[in-house]
């Protein structure tokens, strides 16, 4: 009998684990998937859904190509579609430090994941770095252009009257 309450001590100890690791895999799948998707990416599409509606590029236009070419080791074309990418992959990198429990003494990391000052500021960085991107870039250089196959070009030209 003792040895039947360990089995099933262990076994809500080890189900216990996953449920508490839950978001850790679950994360660790996403962004795997997300790692995998961006390597077979093509360099010259966007997956952006505010470009692909509006024709605009977004803050965070140029995030995925940053990050594939990363992954290929070119590290000025990364820095070039977004320079803000690296940090982000960093911010990443931490929460899922603080998912995984390596912050579990300190609290470091969890308390700058809840300060909202921090995502403030990190905020203000995007938009800073938008719209200087946007004053020097747009509409020329990739990733800041405008997109003629945007949804709104295309119901904007259903409506156009031809004379």
């Known amino acids: 009998m003792l040895v039947f309450k360990r089995i099933v001590s262990s076994v ?34 966007s ?4 470009r692909n509606v509006t024709g605009f590029p977004c803050p965070g236009c140029g995030l995925t190509r940053a990050g594939r070419y990363l992954l290929h080791f070119e590290f000025q074309k990364s820095f070039e579609f977004h320079p803000l990418f690296i940090p982000l992959a960093l ?7 603080q998912l995984f429990g390596i912050d579990s003494k300190t609290r470091i990391i969890a308390r700058l994941m809840a300060d909202k ?3 403030a500021i990190t905020l ?7 719209a ?18 945007s949804l709104v070009q ?10």
């Not at 978001?23 to 962004?31: E, Q």
């Not at 997956?47 to 505010?50: H, K, P, S, V």
């Not at 911010?91 to 430090?97: N, P």
């Not at 203000?124 to 938008?130: A, E, G, I, N, R």
């Open 132 to 149: 200087i991107r946007m004053i020097i870039l747009y509409p020329d250089v990739p990733p800041m252009v405008y997109d003629e196959n």
């Open 154 to 163: 295309k119901i904007s030209k259903l409506f156009q009257i031809n004379n």
């Open 117 to 119: 000052r921090f995502w």
């Open 12 to 45: 809500q100890d080890a189900v216990n684990f996953l449920m508490i690791k839950k978001k850790l895999l679950l994360l660790y799948l996403a962004i795997g998937i997300f790692i995998i998707i961006m390597y077979f990416i093509p360099s010259d599409h």
């Open 47 to 50: 997956l952006c859904i505010f």
């Open 124 to 130: 203000c960085l995007f938009l800073t770095v938008y």
């Open 91 to 97: 911010i990443l990198a931490l929460y899922s430090l």
